[in-house]
Nanobody
């Protein structure tokens, strides 16, 4: 299984970026995908997740109202639309996927089985 994240870059505060994560190697029909981020000197933190059915999405409080997670029309593709970016959003963003999602699992704290290589987002002030 491979997760390929892309779309990072340098943007000014208040700007927007869209990250993409393309998964290959298996189907994710009964699972979930998520984005995490890790800023320099800080621990990795949850950003957003989506059930593969597309019905349910979950966002960290720090990004609610600014970020949106969605599925693409292409199979096994997830996007993270980031608007109103702030310097504190600067981090390496990683996409992750669960092999299977079990009802009741916490999307932000339960383990993910597969991880991508990360894409750097830098927000200048």
């Amino acid at each position: 299984v491979q997760l390929q994240a892309s779309g990072g870059g340098l943007v000014q505060a208040g700007g927007s970026l869209r990250l993409s994560c393309a998964a290959s190697g298996r189907t994710f029909s009964n699972s979930a995908m998520a984005w995490f981020r890790q800023a320099p000197g800080k621990e990795r933190e949850f950003v957003a997740a989506i059930r593969w059915s597309g019905v349910s999405t979950y966002l960290a409080d720090s990004v609610k109202g600014r970020f949106t997670i969605s599925r693409g029309n292409a199979k096994n593709t997830v996007y993270l639309q980031m608007n109103s970016l702030k310097p504190e959003d600067t981090a390496v963003y990683y996409c992750a996927a669960k092999a299977t999602y079990y009802t009741g699992q916490a999307m932000d704290t339960s383990p993910y089985d597969y991880w991508g290589q990360g894409t750097l987002v830098t927000v200048s002030s």
